[in-house]
């Protein structure tokens, strides 16, 4: 096996991997969505709370994205489709995130994206959405059938 190789690793083992991203964009959703109560009570405004609203709503799709790829590595190669639309779902919300945020500063303003920590979770959140894109093509390149 080359350094770096991937073909010892089960489908199974890469399956419970991918699980453990469900559960960290589960605890993104709910460590994110803390803001909302307090924006409803009127403790901070909507600029304030934009940002974690995107970063909630992103790991939401996360969830459901991971969700499928790893029902996908569970079925191997009868998990083909599954796989395939976990990429596609994958994509959308690497495309998804700069819209969410133009969208963002179009209702809100450009002060809720522009503080460090607003640009932090706009800036984590793309880059989980690129890591979960690659998760998502390996598992598509693992259930092929054809490996």
Known sequence: ?????????????????????VAVDAALVGINSIMWPAYLDGDVTAAEVAPFALFAGSAALGVVVMLSAAIALFRDAR??????VAVLLAGLRVVAIPVAAAIVVA?????????????????????????????????????????
């Open 1 to 21: 096996m080359a350094y770096g190789s991937s073909e010892g690793v089960s489908n199974r083992v890469l399956g419970m991997l991918t699980l453990v991203l």
């Open 79 to 84: 998990g083909r489709r599954l796989a395939e």
């Open 107 to 147: 209702t809100v303003g450009a002060a809720a994206v522009t503080g460090p920590s607003d640009v932090f979770l706009i800036v984590l959140s793309a880059f989980e959405a690129i890591v979960e894109l690659t998760v998502t093509r390996v598992a598509a390149a693992r259930t092929d059938g054809r490996r």
